[in-house]
């Protein structure tokens, strides 16, 4: 079976593990450190800040930035969960916002929509951005907008470490940057999440967060605040750390393989029965997402990929139509999101595949969208 995606571990390695397990300092330390300093200088940003997951890092960002009841958080309603979930953890309510159709993310057209369509009775008060599958949010038109409106920006960039936007990191625009280290995600230390501010007094109170409110002192340890544990190990830093040098070949890798799938791909778009992903140079292309087109029975093709050996599924949700989340209505419609969680469809996607792969996808494909009657009416 051609899976969706493969983490990339060598050699190198399990060997750094092995080397965190003999010497018997497990929990944050040296290669936590050594972990932020290295992405401090990747990001470009004062801080970065290990924590156990992606969600983590989200959810410690609006505690640090005291968002809770009363509170309304302007998301995308095309998204993984956890860019809800969070929101609703610390007793905010989210409001959602449309997406476009194909670079996936919030416009400043479908931000302003919802600006001016809130009501409350909760207070506006943060934004949380999404660079969905690694495409980059538009900051630049975004920020002055919701910025105008006195917003936090917290940025979503949980798909997107090593996607840029006019050569700045995505995630390091607004005021708090969270990225996750999940294996689906390009550098994976099997859990894990980054923040990043540039904000010294934020930074004091994320890492005073990640770990019991504690504070060393030369007297002893002192506790400031009720905090969480949300620290990363040090296994898990090792792990990070040797497989770093090779992010940026890897999201190369992945922009080429982008580019021959687009290829590969362009004689079903062409007879209708596909749109591809918007391309931007600062993508890190996490995940391919194709939107398959409208008479298309998704759940057959599936099916029938995954018989002939090409594991494929759905790309995010569409929030507003989860259980989770039944009783918030988006005001305007978040019509591009619903279409997309109904006709997305993420193909198999990693650095270590290339032009045979994309064939044997793009083959299967073109044969099953092809034969009438096998996944669309005759
Ligand atoms: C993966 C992901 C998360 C959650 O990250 P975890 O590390 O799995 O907790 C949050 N938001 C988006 C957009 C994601 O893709």
């Not at 994320?206 to 905090?227: C, K, S, T, W």
């Amino acid at each position: 079976m051609l899976r969706l995606s493969i983490p990339s571990i060598d050699e190198s390695v399990i060997e750094a593990v092995n080397a965190v397990l003999r010497s018997g300092q497990l929990v944050y330390g040296v290669q936590g450190q050594r972990f932020e300093a290295v992405l401090q200088e990747f990001l470009g940003v004062r801080h970065a800040i290990l924590v156990s997951s992606g969600t983590a890092a989200l959810h410690l960002a609006l505690v640090a930035l005291g968002i809770g009841a009363g509170d309304a958080v302007l998301i995308p309603d095309f998204t993984f969960p956890a860019t809800g979930n969070v929101v609703r953890l610390v007793g905010a309510n989210p409001v959602f916002v449309d997406v476009n159709p194909s670079t996936y993310c919030v416009t400043p057209e479908s931000v302003a929509a919802a600006i001016d369509a809130w009501r409350g009775p909760q207070k506006l008060r943060a934004f949380i951005p999404v660079h969905e599958f690694g495409h980059p949010a538009d900051m630049e038109a975004l920020l002055p907008l919701v910025r105008y409106h006195g917003l936090k920006v917290v940025e979503d960039a949980a798909c997107a470490l090593g996607a840029t936007e006019r050569g700045k990191a995505c995630g390091t625009h607004g005021d708090i940057g969270c990225w996750s280290l999940h294996p689906r995600k390009t550098l994976t230390t099997g859990e894990g999440g980054i923040l990043s501010t540039d904000d010294d007094a934020l930074a004091a109170k994320l890492r005073l967060l990640r770990n019991h409110g504690m504070v060393r002192q030369p007297q002893g340890i002192r506790f400031d605040e009720p905090g969480y544990n949300l620290r990363l190990t040090d296994i898990q830093s090792a792990m990070g750390l040797a497989q770093f040098p090779r992010l940026p070949h890897w999201i190369n890798q992945r922009r080429v393989l982008s580019a021959d799938y687009r290829k590969a791909l362009t004689p079903m778009v062409s007879a209708g029965l596909m749109t591809l992903p918007a391309n931007h140079l600062g993508h890190s292309w996490q995940t391919f997402m194709i939107v398959l087109s409208g008479e298309i029975d998704r759940a057959t093709l599936i099916d029938k990929l995954a018989k002939g050996g090409v594991e494929a599924n759905l790309g995010a949700q569409c929030l507003s139509m989860q259980p989770a989340f039944k009783d918030v209505r988006p005001v305007p419609l978040t019509t591009h999101a619903s279409q997309l969680f109904k006709h997305g469809l993420a193909l198999p996607f990693c650095e270590s595949y290339g032009p045979q792969q994309v064939a044997q996808v793009a083959n299967l494909l073109e044969t099953l969208l092809l034969t009438p009657g096998t996944c669309r009416p005759t």
